[in-house]
């Protein structure tokens, strides 16, 4: 009965053309190193993606992962130190965060798990954390996570519930933005050190935000009329 109203298979020509957009092994974006020198990023020339190092501009790169788990370059410490990749284990479309030796070797793991969107917010100007934003404890909220690079020590460092993200960072103070629609937004300064957040832009406004670094921060805004325009104000505290 299910055969009998099955479709007819593809015309092979038709199933050849498909296969070859769907085998398109382009290279993904680069990181470079501290001096320059070194570059990491995504090849999928394999089939897979995987994390490719290019030292210089004429040498073949070499590949520093493998496997059948697509595997992409998210940031590269300061110090150079190591690559946190992000893997995706059995194509379950919730990537975990790793550490990866430059020269290559074995991940180590900062966070996966099963069902948990999982995000590189920054790495600490010293390279000894790395900071990740998950929704492991609400599905519809975003924690932040602060990871010991030395002890493999993680620790809760921003809970409050919303879809939160690490726009900027100061030392201490962040600059946080809270989704609060597909194009709207709110912008806070959040200090660590007293675990308060101060208003900036956009809360409790219908208006969209988006962006916001330095110590004038740029917003992306329609506030001001139709189309977006870029708004510019100092940041608390500065």
Not at 43 to 72: F, H, M, S
Not at 128 to 154: C, H, L, M, Q, S
Not at 180 to 195: C, F, I, R
Request: aromatic content about 8%; hydrophobic content about 35%; proline content about 6%.
């Amino acid at each position: 009965m299910i055969q009998k109203f099955a479709p007819p298979p593809l015309d092979p020509k038709v199933s050849q053309e498909i296969q070859a957009m769907l085998d398109v092994r382009g290279t993904g974006g680069g990181v470079l190193g501290k001096n320059g020198a070194r570059m990491f990023f995504t090849w999928k020339v394999t089939g897979t993606a995987q994390v490719w190092r290019r030292d210089g501009p004429q040498p073949w790169p070499i590949q520093r992962t493998g496997g059948e788990d697509n595997t992409t370059v998210v940031d590269v410490a300061p110090d150079d130190r190591f690559v946190v990749v992000s893997r995706d284990v059995g194509g379950e479309e919730n990537p975990g965060l790793y550490l990866l030796p430059p020269d290559g070797g074995e991940l180590r793991e900062i966070q996966h798990a099963p069902k948990v969107q999982i995000k590189l917010a920054f790495i600490s100007d010293d390279s000894e954390a790395v900071f990740f934003t998950a929704n492991d404890r609400a599905p519809d909220a975003y924690a932040v996570y602060r990871f010991d690079v030395k002890t493999g020590v993680k620790q809760l460092v921003f809970d409050t519930p919303g879809l939160w993200s690490i726009a900027d960072h100061r030392g201490d103070r962040w600059l946080m933005q809270k989704h609060t629609g597909s194009l709207t937004s709110e912008v806070y300064e959040y200090d660590v050190a007293t675990k308060t957040l101060a208003p900036v832009l956009g809360v409790g406004e219908t208006e969209a935000y988006d962006g916001a670094k330095d110590s004038r921060f740029l917003a992306l805004t329609d506030k001001l009329g139709e189309g977006h325009v870029v708004l510019g104000a100092e940041r608390c505290g500065q």
